[in-house]
């Protein structure tokens, strides 16, 4: 009896001096269960949204008509209303891109969504990809590829290079990809990426070609059939001038091919083409429940690409070549330095100008948004420090624009204060 009142005693000063050693927690550590989360001060004001010149390489301002096509009542994901909407965007995309693919659609994302989207449904573990690296899209795509086990193979150009047929035909012998991605409109650096006879050359080489039309589509001339593109896809908020959040992607038939015959599921449900094919109608089965899309981003992405078709694309491509070229004139009187060099390759809807010398590039962007509610970016991933850069996209693709920003970047240029290094 008395060993056991001694272990019980020992037990409790062990637990004793323990919990002495504990650091006591905090007052409202022990009631926090106790107290309410307030209503936060910030909701309870309203929402204050500042008007601006969207001038940067995307998002670009939203115009009147779709505002409104966004503003207009929900109507469910299933609704047969909803369905007739996706189809228009369907032959919407399919206009703009050039194309008579089937399997036309937009993904419920962004243009980072479609990019995975492409890659993910195309690629197997293991299988080998060839990138075209000369901005920051063909190092993103290769990061993706990466991940799911891809073996990529980088071709890398500096940023405000293009790449030439000789060049890639190297790559595609070497490396003997099961595809090829390159970007059309390279927006980091405002390179235009000519694509004749790439496709071509791609299946010579038993390869699909996928390309990257975000910074491009609807702003210079791309034919997805008639270039022989594989896989195309582009974004909502450039020169189609939509909120984000939805996607155009386009796959050939070689392309679907390769994507109803894989050997393992995509990695990715949401993104997984078979179930995608069927909410959008291109299987011709009876519409089945996949996701939730984004429907007030189908009638803003529905106007816009409505908006292109009465214009036409031709019209479009002209208007921003000579908005662009305009843009080009006024930077070089102002003393600026155009980033691409070749003419031929510069992208119409950004133009990336040289950071004058002498200048913080995020003093001048600072200024011009401080000063005139007008949005121009730096560079981006290869060419960070390098560019400043001017989006003239769709609705924003004016001379009056340009004469805007033209004025804003003197004025900046003259009360900016110069580094000292």
């Not at 206009?95 to 990019?115: D, E, K, R, V």
């Not at 791609?202 to 059939?225: E, F, Q, W």
């Not at 409505?306 to 208007?319: D, H």
Request: glycine share 10%.
């Amino acid at each position: 009896m008395q060993e056991a009142l001694s272990a019980t005693r020992g037990l409790l000063q062990r637990t004793a001096c323990a919990a002495a050693r504990r650091p006591l927690l905090p007052p409202y550590s022990r009631t926090m269960a106790s107290r309410p989360t307030l209503p936060p001060a910030a909701l309870l004001r309203p929402l204050s949204v500042p008007q601006r010149l969207l001038l940067g390489p995307g998002p670009s301002n939203v115009p009147p008509r779709i505002q409104a096509a966004g503003g207009r009542p929900l109507i469910g994901h299933m609704h047969p209303e909803t369905f007739q909407i996706m189809d228009d965007i369907k032959l919407g995309i399919q206009y703009a891109f050039q194309t008579h693919n089937p399997l036309t659609l937009a993904i419920s994302g962004s243009g980072h969504c479609a990019m995975e989207a492409a890659f993910f449904n195309i690629l197997e573990p293991g299988e080998a990809v060839l990138i075209a690296v000369n901005g920051i899209w063909g190092e993103r795509a290769a990061d993706i590829c990466e991940r799911i086990g891809a073996v990529v193979q980088r071709l890398v150009k500096p940023p405000g290079e293009s790449f030439s047929l000789n060049e890639l035909e190297k790559g595609l012998a070497q490396h003997k990809p099961v595809l090829f991605f390159i970007t059309h409109g390279e927006s980091s650096s405002g390179v235009v990426q000519p694509l004749e006879g790439l496709g071509d050359l791609c299946h010579r080489y038993n390869c699909l070609l996928l390309v990257d039309s975000v910074a491009s589509l609807g702003g210079t001339p791309l034919y997805m059939d008639q270039q022989g593109i594989d896989i195309l896809y582009s974004g909502s908020q450039k020169v189609l001038n939509a909120p984000p959040g939805t996607a155009p992607i386009s796959f050939s038939e070689k392309a679907e091919k390769k994507i109803f015959s894989r050997k393992s599921k995509p990695p990715s449900f949401y993104l997984d083409m078979g179930w995608l094919a069927n909410y959008w109608g291109c299987d011709g089965k009876p519409r089945m429940y996949h996701h939730t899309g984004p429907i007030t981003n189908f009638f803003s992405l529905r106007e816009g690409l409505a908006i292109l078709a009465e214009q036409g694309l031709e019209k479009s491509w002209q208007m921003h070549k000579e908005n662009a070229l305009y843009l080009h004139q006024g930077l070089e009187k102002l003393g600026l330095k155009l980033f691409v060099k070749d003419e031929a390759l510069r992208l119409p809807t950004v133009t990336t100008v040289e950071v004058p010398q002498g200048y913080d590039w995020k003093e001048i962007t600072a200024f011009l948004m401080k000063n005139y509610d007008i949005e121009i970016t730096g560079g981006l991933g290869p060419s960070a420090g390098k560019v400043l850069r001017i989006g003239l996209m769709g609705y924003n693709s004016t001379k009056a624009n340009v004469d805007l920003v033209i004025a804003a970047l003197k004025d900046a240029l003259q009360q900016c204060h110069k580094n000292k290094i």
